[in-house]
């Protein structure tokens, strides 16, 4: 197990709410410890146990929320 702080260019957002919901979403996710998502900065930053969920599994549930998350 290793904890893995990744940030991310989060793309489609257009307002705070989008940014909250994205946050709230990731924040629930097994193997996610921290989240924070920013509109302003259209980025987003993750820490998450690598032994439990994938760069692309972050990726993929920001997509099926309509946006998009590219690793920086």
Partial sequence: MA????????G???CGSCAAGIQMVLSTQDGIQNASVSWDT???EVEFDDSKV???QIQKSVAELGYSATPK
């Fill in 3 to 10: 904890i893995i702080k990744k940030q991310f260019d989060v």
């Fill in 12 to 14: 489609g957002m257009h």
């Fill in 42 to 44: 259209k980025s987003g």
């Fill in 54 to 56: 994938t760069v692309e």
